[in-house]
């Protein structure tokens, strides 16, 4: 669905349009045409099953992010650590499972991988959200994880992960670990398409958001402004900080690929330039927010109630964001992580 905020019109288009699209009168500038910007986040096997050593009841982990020794787990956390023992997990039901309780984990074969003791987040003793720390007897990496771990598909999704969804969720140019669910806006880009992208002149840059809780819970507060985003970490290289600011400074648009990369430019915008390096964001983006830097989005459809549901209205307008959903469902565009998408322009 293609959304024009300036005239409120929607045309039906499909994704193999893109690069005509892009190059097009609604995207060419007297600068020329736009940019684009993705998230290059790749998804890590962040799903764990544990099984208790006192009950034997069967648990699942989500492993959000490391936790450093000294109990932050904010950019530092994104460098590589073999020691890694200590990870901030979503608990499947967090709260009946207390702290101070054991967690082995098993390999196909039922031999025992390695062992977790589960214990409160310092300042979240009663688990609200589903949080808590799970401390490894080992070293757990990416690595250990690739071999262990689980793909951690949407929980709409009813069924066990397959080997072919460690290909299916991941877009085709991700290449920094450290995501909890995939950037799904990317899901669309083939490297057939972003070939043809590239050879209509349209040039594309890599910025990364590491997907977490800030993306994905629900707005749960009764009044929007309560709501309180989670922390993920994002980076933004020097390349790539040049290119959009020339983008901004020549009148090009700038099109983000995903909320994540609106996210990660909106808050990486500082009096007019952006910041370069490692840094983390709770940004939550609802209506009344003045974007800085995303002239246009290619996102999915969204679930009710969602924070990327709330940005798609800031960025579209409430209503033409309502009705566009509407007419998405009346036309029967397939939602969430792998269906269809829009661009707002």
């Given at each position: 669905?293609?959304l ?19 190059s097009?009168?609604e ?7 736009p ?21 034997g ?10 936790v ?29 499972r ?8 098993l ?13 409160a ?9 589903g ?7 080992r ?6 994880l690739?071999?262990?771990g689980h ?18 969720y991941q877009t ?5 670990t ?7 806006a990317g899901?669309?880009?083939t490297?057939?398409?972003?070939d ?21 819970l ?16 994002y ?10 600011e020339a983008?901004k400074?020549q009148?090009r648009?700038?099109v983000?690929i ?5 996210r ?13 390096g ?14 800085n ?5 290619f996102?999915?459809?969204h ?14 307008g ?28």
């Amino acid at each position: 669905m293609f959304l024009d905020r300036r005239t409120g019109k929607r045309s039906h288009r499909m994704i193999e349009d893109l690069p005509e699209i892009l190059s097009g009168p609604e995207f060419r500038t007297d600068s020329g045409l736009p940019l684009l910007v993705f998230n290059n986040s790749k998804v890590r096997k962040a799903r764990l099953l544990g099984t208790s050593t006192d009950t034997g009841a069967q648990v699942e982990f989500l492993l959000l992010e490391r936790v450093g020794p000294d109990g932050g787990s904010g950019p530092a956390s994104l460098l590589p650590d073999p020691q890694t023992r200590t990870w901030k997990a979503l608990v499947h039901r967090a709260k009946r499972r207390k702290p101070g309780s054991s967690y082995a984990f098993l390999d196909a074969g039922g031999a025992e991988v390695a062992r977790a003791d589960l214990s409160a987040l310092p300042g979240n003793e009663s688990g609200e959200g589903g949080i808590r720390l799970l401390t490894f007897d080992r070293a757990v990496d990416d690595d250990w994880l690739d071999r262990h771990g689980h793909v951690p598909l949407p929980p709409y999704i009813k069924r066990e992960d397959a080997p072919s969804d460690a290909d299916r969720y991941q877009t085709v140019y991700a290449s920094v670990t450290g995501s909890a669910a995939a950037p799904t806006a990317g899901l669309h880009f083939t490297n057939e398409l972003l070939d043809r992208i590239a050879a209509a002149g349209v040039e594309s840059v890599f910025i990364t958001l590491h997907v977490g809780l800030g993306t994905f819970l629900p707005v749960r507060s009764e009044e929007i402004k309560d709501h309180v985003m989670h922390e993920e970490t994002y980076s933004v290289g020097e390349e790539q900080a040049d290119k959009i600011e020339a983008a901004k400074a020549q009148g090009r648009k700038v099109v983000a690929i995903g909320t994540t990369s609106v996210r990660t430019l909106e808050s990486a915008w500082n009096s007019g330039r952006l910041e370069r390096g490692e840094f983390a964001t709770s940004m939550f983006i609802y209506p009344g927010f003045k974007f800085n830097v995303v002239d246009a989005l290619f996102t999915n459809f969204h679930t009710p109630e969602s924070t990327l549901l709330m940005l798609v209205s800031a960025f579209t307008g409430r209503e033409f964001a309502l009705e566009s959903y509407a007419e998405a469902v009346r036309e029967s565009y397939r939602f969430f992580s792998y269906g269809d998408a829009m661009l707002a322009v």
